[in-house]
């Protein structure tokens, strides 16, 4: 799964919400990356995100289907990615990076994942993969 992107809860949003600016954009991502064996992974952390982001946005059917059938494989975040995100917000005390976001970006370092699918500009901002949405 090295090579799968990771997916950020911007994209399973956009990809779900239809009245989501990145809808149009995030569905015909989705059938491009569809086409490959290993089309996404996703964190611990992210999927806890992303549930809750569909939860509030289209409800709890949408949620619960998402989460029993449709969200990709999950990545667990170590307590060292934990560890290292704090740092990467320390480190970067001039940008507004979310916890879940350093983390993302921890996990993708350590497990040498280059391409992110987001719609979160804090991604691009970091600097240091391949982001695939915005």
Known sequence: MKHAPLWDSSAVRAVLHETDSNHGTARALLERL???????????????????LVLRRLGR?????????????VLQATARDEERGREIIARHGDKSYSLCDAI??????ARAIRRVFTFDRHFRQYGRFEVIGV
């Open 34 to 52: 569809a086409e490959k064996p290993h089309h996404a992974v996703i964190t611990n952390y992210l999927l806890v995100e992303a549930h809750a």
């Open 61 to 73: 059917a949408v949620a619960r289907e998402w989460l029993e059938k449709a969200s990709p494989p």
């Open 104 to 109: 993302s970006f921890a996990v993708m370092e």
